[in-house]
């Protein structure tokens, strides 16, 4: 009721004044005292746990008071010199906003060169980088740079599940992958998707849509591919915040800052062995 009763008495010119004021103050103590590089990021990541043999499943969002002197692009390279030669460096390219059911239903092709990344700057400069290899799934299509790019990214569109057996979410458990969490939640964790396709039959519910779609996509040498794939139920609430609660609960999960930049670091195998369990308990992390 004040807070109404005072922006009332404000008017929108001095609300916009206010607000400019706050963030110029913002932006000067981001710049002064929390500003850092790509140096600075390398550090703090070797500190919480990464490795520069790591293979390293990277979820970023590249936010303007983050700090960060410099631009996505920088981030990337930062990423791909920590872990990108010795080790493999991937983020998803998933090319909708949304459920997939719903974008599939457009009918729009998948072009493997061409077909951006809308989870954000960072995912979509690390797509343009030489070097990098994209999967050809055109639901949830990964990028990866490093030593095993190759065998990571490849017969994704054989995969009828998207992110199950065979798949590069399959590959990065194999090589023991690790989480890293770059200014987004928890909530973004695409390898939930993973793990609840080895855990399907014990789900109360279907995990996938009853019937598959068939999609065109093209490849890297614009040649012509129809690929059949499931979806996942559009009914189903995934609530990844359950999960991050039990996994912080065990122990599971390592934490940074750096600069103005928040960190989340998990074990893919810790993940799969948290969720797992948590099913089997009862303690079903999902709105139901």
């Not at 043999?53 to 979820?59: E, I, S």
């Not at 791909?80 to 390219?93: D, I």
Request: charged residues 25%; glycine residues 6%; aromatic residues 10%.
């Amino acid at each position: 009721m004040l807070r109404e009763k005072v922006t009332q008495y404000l008017g929108e010119s001095n609300k916009l004044a206010i607000k400019t004021k706050y963030n110029k103050m913002k932006k000067f103590i981001v710049s002064s005292l929390l500003s850092y590089d790509g140096e600075n990021l390398k550090a703090k990541l070797k500190k919480i746990g990464v490795a520069e043999t790591d293979t390293l499943m990277v979820h970023a969002n590249f936010e303007p008071d983050s700090g960060f002197k410099g631009n996505p692009n920088d981030i990337v390279n930062a990423l791909v010199e920590l872990v990108g030669t010795k080790g493999n460096l991937l983020m998803v390219s998933i090319p909708y906003r949304g459920r997939a059911y719903d974008y599939l239903l457009k009918n729009k092709p998948f072009r493997v060169n061409r077909t951006i990344s809308m989870m954000g700057l960072i995912t979509e400069m690390f797509r343009r980088k030489d070097g990098v290899l994209r999967s050809l799934h055109p639901t949830h299509p990964v990028l990866a740079y490093g030593k095993d790019s190759a065998w990571l990214v490849a017969d994704h569109e054989k995969c009828l599940f998207p992110c199950g057996e065979g798949s590069p979410f399959d590959k990065f458990r194999q090589l023991n992958g690790k989480i890293l969490f770059f200014d987004v939640g928890f909530g973004a964790i695409t390898f939930f998707h993973y793990v609840e396709d080895i855990i399907k039959d014990n789900l109360p519910f279907d995990v996938y849509h009853e019937e598959p779609f068939s999609v065109t996509a093209y490849d890297e040498n614009d040649h012509k591919h129809v690929i059949k794939t499931y979806v996942f139920n559009k009914n189903v609430v995934r609530n990844a915040g359950k999960l991050e609660e039990e996994m912080s609960k065990r122990h599971m999960i390592k934490k940074g800052r750096v600069g103005n930049s928040n960190l989340i670091l998990v074990n893919a195998e810790d993940v799969v062995t948290c969720q797992t369990s948590m099913v089997e308990s009862g303690n079903f992390p999902y709105d139901v």
